[in-house]
C-alpha cells in the first residue's frame, strides 16, 4: 500500500509516505518555506515525498489526515460556548479560520493536490501513538501519548500488541500537562509550540519553591491522573493563556526578551518538577496494568528529554521508544502507520533506526551550486581524510556547520544538519550560544557521543539515538566534556551507530582517536528562529550569517573570513 500521512492547520505541518509499511520519505513543511513551527498545508513536504517515489499523487492508494477534524470543532464551540460571554473575542478570530479551512479537509486536500483517491481521517491520540508503537520494533509495549490536545484527549494511557494498539484511559481537556507548560512558557515571556523547550533548560537554574502555591493550581492523585484549577487560566476563553489569579499568585508576566529573575528560574523548575512527578506516577501505574518492560511515547510533551530518561530511572520499565518527530509533525506518520495496519495484512514491524528521511543532494549537485555561487572550496575524494581534517579542526576549537546524506524528521539535528563543536572546551557552549545561534546564554548542548562508550560517560539507561533523553553525566566525566554537561548534571544525548550513521560515526571516531573523547558537540544547524537547513543555499546562507568557522558540504570544505569591506569572503 501506498499511503500519504500529513499534518498541518496548527503547527509543525508535514508530509509522510509509506509504502507497503516502510518509510520512504518524510519531512516538515518550515524546511521548505523556512517558516519555522509552520501550519502551511504542505505542499513542499508532498511534492518532495512524491518525487523521492517517483508516485504520481494518484498513484496512492489513500491519503490520511491525523485528527478528526469535526471532533475538534465539536470540543472548540462547546468550550467557547461554556465560557461565554468571556470566550467572545477568541472566538471571533477562531471561527472564520474554520469554517473556511479547518471543516473542509478533504475538500482542501482534493483542492491544494489534485487527489481523487481515498482520504481518512485518524483519532489525534491513536496517530501519536501509531508513530511512536509502529515503529518501535516491540512486539508489546505500554503507551503513553502527552500533549496540548487533540480532539478531547490530552493524555492517553493503553497497550501496543503485535499490530493492535488499544488506549484504554485518556484524560480530556482542559486538564492538560502541555496546555500547562505551554501557559507558564508564554508567562515566562517565551513563545508558545516553540519555547517550552527552553523552559525545560531554564529550570535547571532554579529550585522548585512554588512546588506548595502549585498545589492549588493543579491537583495531582497518586495515579498520576490531575486537575487544574481554570481559575488560573485562560486558554479555554481568551487569547492569552494565564488568568489573573495566576499573575497574583505567580507575579506579572516577563516580556520577551526582558530581564530573567530569580521567579522565572524557580516558577520553570517548580513546572518541570510537576510534569516529571505526573509522568512518573502515570508510567508507573501503567507498567502495573501492562506488565510490559517497553514504553512508547509520543505527543509534544515526549519532546522532555529530561522527563523522559526520569520516568526510565523511577519506574521498572527497561527500554524505551520515542521516533524523533514526538510533535504533530510525526502525526503524519503516525496516522500513515495506522491505516496501513489497518487496511493491510502486513504483519512485519522493524525498529526505526534513524531518522534520515528528507532531502539528500548528490556532490555534483553540491559542486554546481557552489560553482555558480562563486565559492572556493577543496573537494576530498575520500571521505576518511576529510573526517580527519575536520575532526583536527573541531578538537582546536573551530565551528563546524555540517550538511551531509538526507536531512532528518523531526526537531532534532542528528548528524546530517548539525553544527559541530568541540566538547572538551568550557569555553564553546558560551561561544556557540552568542557568536553563531544568538540565542539565550542558558541554553545547553548536546554530546552525539559513540554508541559503546556511552556508559563510560553517562548514567544511562538505553540508547538515545534520536537525543530525546537526558542522562547524568559521570561525576568523574562533567569537567572533562564541560560544554555538553549542563547545570543540572544531564546531557540530552545522542548515541550513533556506525550501521545507522557511518559518515557521522566515522568523524566522531577521528575526533576520538585526537582527543580520547568519543564525542562531539552536536545542535541544530541554524540560527535563532530560522528552521533547520534543508538545501546547500539553506547551510551556505546560514553559514554566511553566522560565525561558523568551516561548511561541510557532502565531499566539500569550505571555510570564510570577513575582508577589508566587512563583506564575507568564501576561500578554499
Known amino acids: 500500500m501506498r499511503i500519504l500521512g500529513l499534518s498541518y492547520m496548527y503547527h509543525d505541518s508535514a508530509a509522510c509516505l509509506l509504502i507497503d509499511g516502510e518509510i520512504i520519505a518524510a519531512s516538515a513543511e518550515e524546511r521548505f518555506n523556512r517558516k519555522k513551527h509552520s501550519l502551511d498545508f504542505p505542499h513542499h513536504a508532498v511534492t518532495f515525498c512524491l518525487e523521492r517515489s517517483g508516485l504520481d499523487i494518484n498513484e496512492l492508494d489513500c491519503i490520511v489526515f491525523y485528527e478528526k477534524p469535526f471532533l475538534k470543532f465539536e470540543r472548540i464551540i462547546k468550550t467557547y460556548i461554556s465560557t461565554f460571554p468571556r470566550s467572545f473575542k477568541s472566538f471571533k478570530n477562531f471561527l472564520p479560520l474554520w469554517l473556511k479551512y479547518k471543516l473542509f479537509i478533504p475538500q482542501k486536500i482534493r483542492e491544494e493536490l489534485g487527489f481523487r483517491g481515498k482520504i481518512y481521517f485518524v483519532d489525534h491520540h491513536y496517530a501519536h501513538a501509531a508513530s511512536a508503537f ?206 496501513h495496519m489497518a487496511l493491510s495484512d502486513q504483519k512485519n514491524r522493524v525498529r526505526m533506526n534513524n531518522a534520515f528521511f528528507g532531502p539528500s543532494f548528490s556532490s555534483e549537485e553540491i559542486e554546481i551550486f557552489l560553482n555558480e555561487h562563486q565559492v572556493n572550496y577543496k573537494k576530498f575524494e575520500n571521505r576518511n581524510e576529510l573526517h580527519k581534517i575536520v575532526a583536527q579542526k573541531i578538537y582546536n576549537n573551530k565551528i563546524i556547520g555540517y550538511f551531509q546524506g538526507s536531512m532528518e524528521f523531526g526537531p532534532r539535528s542528528l548528524g546530517a544538519r548539525s553544527i559541530l563543536a568541540n566538547p572538551i572546551n568550557p569555553e564553546t557552549k558560551d561561544v556557540l550560544n552568542k557568536r553563531v545561534k544568538h540565542r539565550e546564554w542558558f541554553r545547553p548542548f548536546a554530546p552525539a557521543v559513540l554508541c559503546e562508550y556511552k556508559n563510560d560517560y553517562f548514567e544511562i539507561l538505553c540508547d538515545s539515538p534520536f537525543m530525546l533523553l537526558a542522562a547524568k553525566v559521570k561525576d568523574e566525566k562533567k569537567q572533562l566534556i564541560p560544554s555538553v554537561t549542563h547545570v543540572d548534571g544531564r546531557a540530552r544525548i545522542q548515541t550513533v551507530k556506525k550501521e545507522y550513521s557511518p559518515d557521522f560515526y566515522g568523524l566522531i571516531e577521528e575526533f576520538r582517536k585526537i582527543s580520547g573523547v568519543p564525542m562531539v558537540l552536536n545542535t541544530s544547524f541554524n540560527d535563532k528562529a530560522e528552521p533547520i537547513v534543508c538545501s546547500p543555499f539553506d547551510a551556505y546562507l546560514c553559514f554566511m550569517n553566522t560565525d561558523m568557522d568551516y561548511l561541510v558540504l557532502g565531499d566539500f570544505l569550505i571555510r570564510h573570513r570577513a575582508n577589508k569591506g566587512g563583506a564575507i569572503e568564501i576561500t578554499g
Open 134 to 339: 509502529y515503529p518501535s520494533g516491540f512486539e508489546n509495549s505500554a503507551i503513553l501519548t502527552t500533549d496540548g490536545t487533540g480532539e478531547w484527549t490530552v493524555i492517553a494511557c493503553g497497550v501496543g500488541q503485535n499490530r493492535n494498539i488499544n488506549l484504554h484511559k485518556e484524560m480530556r481537556f482542559p486538564h492538560s500537562i502541555g496546555l500547562l507548560y505551554s501557559a507558564v512558557t508564554a508567562h515566562l515571556g517565551f513563545q508558545v509550540n516553540g519555547g517550552e523547550g527552553k523552559v525545560m533548560a531554564l529550570a535547571a537554574y532554579g529550585a522548585p519553591s512554588y512546588y506548595a502555591d502549585f498545589k492549588k493550581v493543579i491537583k495531582m492523585k497518586d495515579d498520576g491522573s490531575f486537575l487544574l484549577n481554570m481559575d488560573y487560566f485562560s486558554f479555554h476563553s481568551d487569547l492569552v493563556m494565564t488568568s489573573k489569579e495566576f499573575v497574583k499568585t505567580f507575579g506579572k508576566p516577563r516580556q520577551q526578551e526582558g530581564l530573567l529573575t530569580q521567579r522565572d528560574y524557580d516558577l520553570a523548575a517548580t513546572l518541570q518538577k510537576c510534569t516529571e512527578d505526573i509522568l512518573i506516577s502515570i508510567a508507573r501505574n501503567l507498567y502495573k496494568e501492562t506488565g510490559s518492560k517497553n514504553l512508547c511515547l509520543a505527543g509534544g510533551v515526549a519532546l522532555n528529554c529530561v522527563a523522559n530518561h526520569k520516568i526510565l530511572e523511577n519506574t521498572d520499565f527497561k527500554d524505551i521508544f520515542i521516533q524523533p518527530a514526538a510533535g504533530d509533525d510525526g502525526g503524519s506518520l503516525g496516522s500513515a502507520f495506522y491505516i
